[in-house]
Structure formats: C-alpha cells, structure tokens
C-alpha cells in the first residue's frame, strides 16, 4: 500500500491481481489512516473518501468506486483514455479565447502575454501523463490551439504552421 500526500490532499494506492485481497487491504488502510486522523484531532468525512479501480474486475468490492476521479486538478478516469480531461481543457480554452476576444479592444496588453498566462496553462498542466492521449483527443486539441493562436495574431488566413514559426516563441 503506497501513501501520496500533497497539501491536504492525500490517496492510498495499491494494485494487486486478486481484487478480493485488494479490497481487504484497502479497507484496514482505511481505517488505520481514519484513525489516525481522529487521534489526531481531524475530523474524518467520509463523504470526501473516492475510490476508483484502473481497468476492470467482475469483482463487487466493498467500498464504492468512480468512473473518474479529480486528483489535484487532474480528471484521471478508469480507462486512463483522458476523454474527460481533453473536454476540460477544450472547455476552459474556448472560455478563456471568448473572454480575449470579448476585451481584446479594451485590454492594453500583448494578446500572447495573454496566451502565455491564460490559455497555454491548460495545454500544459499534466501534459506528461495525458499526453498519449487517443488520436481522437489530440484531434480535439490541435484545431483549439490553432484557433487560439488566430485569435492571439488575430489573422484567420495565414497558416498554422506559420503562426507556430514565425510568431510565437514558448
């Protein structure tokens, strides 16, 4: 059984072939980890606790599990294909181009500083683990980072590659 703490974030993790000893494990790192908290003065909720299985199992446990699971900013779902982080990332992106787009007038600012500090972020944030995503993701993603940066040279003729090259430097 492996503990990962970040802040007050915390998960137990383990993997095993049997699932019914699995969840047996799971169930006495539960409660030690519950009654370490409440010796220490914690208050337990277990409203908060979340379990998730990575792939499949015919096995009924004993805690209840998610499909997905949102670890430090990050939706990780059962069948690690990302589906749920790359719609996330398209959400927040086109959100945050229709705000420039909305105040590009207004705001007495570099539209790539704006780029750099708003949008690029959520390309970037965790790319390491999502970034073998499915060809249907990735699908998702390049034609949203071109239209950000049309948005960013505001030029809708000139090419993507163009724009990568030419303009743009991360």
């Known amino acids: ?3 990962h703490a970040y802040a007050d974030d915390e998960q137990l993790y383990d993997t095993d072939s049997d699932p019914i000893a699995l969840d047996q494990r799971m169930q006495r790192e539960v409660l030690k980890a519950n009654t ?4 220490n003065g914690m208050i ?3 409203s908060k606790h979340h379990a998730m299985v990575v792939g499949s199992t015919d096995q009924q446990l004993s805690f209840t599990t998610e499909d997905s699971l949102n670890l430090l900013g990050m939706t990780i779902d059962s069948q690690l294909n990302f589906d749920k982080q790359v719609s996330l990332i398209c959400k927040k992106v086109n959100n ?8 590009r007038k ?4 570099s539209m790539i500083k704006l780029y750099k500090a708003y949008v690029l972020p959520h390309f970037q944030y965790c790319s390491v683990v999502w970034q073998f995503c499915s060809y249907k993701n990735s699908e ?7 239209r950000a940066l049309q948005v960013v040279f505001n030029h809708r003729e000139s090419t993507y ?3 990568q090259l030419d303009h743009f430097t991360i």
């Not at 370490?36 to 010796?39: A, F, R």
């Not at 207004?106 to 600012?109: A, G, H, I, R």
Request: aromatic fraction near 6%; glycine fraction near 0%; charged fraction near 20%.
């Open 36 to 39: 370490c908290y409440t010796e």
């Open 140 to 146: 998702k993603l390049e034609p949203l980072n071109k």
């Open 161 to 163: 590659i163009h724009q």
């Open 96 to 103: 945050q181009l229709n705000v420039m787009i909305r105040f």
């Open 44 to 46: 337990v909720n277990p």
């Open 1 to 3: 059984m492996k503990l």
């Open 106 to 109: 207004l705001v007495n600012t």
